[in-house]
Nanobody
Framework: QVQLVESGGGLVQAGGSLRLACAASGRTLSSYFMGWFRQAPGKEREFVATISWSGGSTYYADSVKGRFTISRDKAKNTVYLQMNMLKPDDTAVYYC????????????WGQGTQVTVSS
């Protein structure tokens, strides 16, 4: 499995920005998809975005398209989630995840980082 450690969460006002980072270790990531998910209180975990580590193809949930950007730094083995124009509905614990070969099923997860957007 891949070990994942998220950072960068915090409290921000609506309309503000945050950048999350996820440092990966333990595996060569060339065949992986690296994704971000989130879980708000009382709700199920939902997909946010994912990126193909090798080719850089990206996919987003409709709710974040145009506001969030996922990227990766191969030299640092780190994936980022740049979040702009944040809304109170974006408040959640954000999780980084890794999937070998599929952008739909993830088998390695980070511990999560809290993002709180105040109105």
């Amino acid at each position: 499995q891949v070990q994942l450690v998220e950072s960068g969460g915090g409290l921000v006002q609506a309309g503000g920005s945050l950048r999350l980072a996820c440092a990966a270790s333990g595996r060569t990531l060339s065949s992986y998809f690296m994704g971000w998910f989130r879980q708000a209180p009382g709700k199920e975990r939902e997909f946010v975005a994912t990126i193909s580590w090798s080719g850089g193809s990206t996919y987003y949930a409709d709710s974040v398209k145009g506001r969030f950007t996922i990227s990766r730094d191969k030299a640092k083995n780190t994936v980022y989630l740049q979040m702009n124009m944040l809304k109170p509905d974006d408040t959640a614990v954000y999780y980084c995840a890794a999937s070998l070969g599929s952008r739909y099923e993830y088998d390695s997860w980070g511990q999560g980082t809290q993002v709180t957007v105040s109105s």
